[in-house]
């Protein structure tokens, strides 16, 4: 039937539609961007931790005011390695401080914080119920007696990027 006034029928065009392969190929292409990214942050942040860990090269950080050992105490010194170099002394897989006391002494510890992140200090048993948390640049003392026997786990409860390095000190109260 032909149409009146002689004019040809407008066709639209239709959309042209996504084939399913291509629309496989750009959510792939997301995935392998969003993975190199992730990838490329982890490897950042790896080689940013080895190099703090490597330290200034000019020796340890100063230590901050009150940070020595007392007399008939200890010096614990949390650092970018460790509870008193822990990292060096084979921490995590071997405890590092180890702090030996008798059964009813009293235990004075000095704790320091020279890293440029805060660190806490606990003590299983004696001081498992209340954190103290050292700023960077702060020394803290704490006293206790030793009235129970046995091996207590030293550590920090802040996760910080030396965290593993600060779980397994020891204080071994022996009879």
């Known amino acids: 039937m032909p149409l009146s006034g002689g004019l040809a029928p407008c066709l639209r065009p239709t959309p042209r539609l996504e084939s399913k392969k291509q629309k496989e190929r750009q959510t792939s292409k997301r995935i392998v961007i969003v993975f190199s990214v992730v990838v490329l942050l982890g490897a950042s942040a790896t080689v940013a931790f080895y190099l703090l860990s490597l330290g200034g090269g000019q020796g340890a950080p100063p230590l901050p005011p009150g940070c020595k050992r007392p007399a008939s105490g200890f010096l614990i010194v949390g650092s970018i390695t460790g509870f008193n170099d822990s990292k060096a002394h084979g921490a995590p897989a071997k405890p590092w401080p ?78």
């Open 98 to 175: 180890i702090i030996t006391v008798h059964q009813g002494q009293n235990v004075t510890v000095v704790v320091c914080n020279t890293d440029v992140q805060p660190h806490g200090f606990q003590i299983a048993h004696y001081f498992a119920n209340s954190a103290e948390t050292l700023v960077p640049g702060q020394a803290l003392r704490v006293s206790f007696i030793a009235y129970q026997t046995g091996s207590y786990t030293i550590y920090c409860e802040i996760p910080c990027t030396v965290h593993f390095l600060m779980q397994d000190g020891l204080l071994n109260v022996i009879a």
